[in-house]
């Protein structure tokens, strides 16, 4: 590894030809990958595919409802998901999980869900009362220039049917 300073800023190539800036204290600042100068990692806004507001399903199934993000400068990205859901059932509850795949769409809702969970699975036993929740999650060791869905799985606990009691958020962000 060579750094080459510029008052203050570094610039490394690495084995593949992409060139990385770094700052003074070396946080990376931009890249050159393949090519194409990136100084801004990528962000996302939720999407929805077929999205649905209840399940009785017991396994996980995909909500219709996440991100795609492709990573220009890092192999790093923060997933943030919050909402709110109950159980028609007293004493049953409610999971929701963030699911890694590689593709370019949200799987729809309803499909049983498959892939890479990633963080914390948060659960609660909830019976007829709302309750919300909140996961932020990083998805580590990922490929830049790569397609990557984050989608939201849902699941009724031990019975009766999950409902969502307000709006699912989503955003991601690319980290360096």
């Not at 993000?69 to 007293?90: D, H, I, K, M, Y």
């Not at 830049?144 to 989503?170: E, K, L, R």
Request: charged share 10%; net charge negative.
């Amino acid at each position: 590894m060579s750094l080459r300073p510029i008052g203050g800023i570094f610039l490394r190539l690495d084995a593949s030809g992409n060139l990385t800036v770094y700052d003074a204290s070396g946080n990376t600042v931009a890249k050159f990958i393949g090519g194409v100068f990136s100084s801004k990692a990528s962000a996302a806004a939720q999407t929805t595919n077929t999205s649905i507001s209840t399940t009785a399903s017991t396994t996980p199934v995909y909500a219709g409802i996440g991100v795609v993000l492709t990573p220009q400068v890092s192999t790093r990205v923060l997933v943030e998901a919050s909402g709110a859901f109950n159980n028609n059932t007293g004493g049953d509850g409610c999971e929701v999980k963030i699911i890694q795949n590689t593709g370019s769409t949200v799987h729809a809702g309803g499909g049983a869900a498959a892939g890479t969970v990633i963080g914390d699975t948060g659960a609660v036993v909830t019976g007829t009362a709302n309750f919300t929740w909140s996961l932020i999650c990083p998805a580590l060791s990922l490929t830049v220039g790569t397609s990557y869905v984050f989608d939201i799985a849902v699941n009724a606990v031990t019975g009766g049917t999950m409902t969502f009691a307000v709006t699912v958020n989503c955003p991601v962000a690319e980290e360096f």
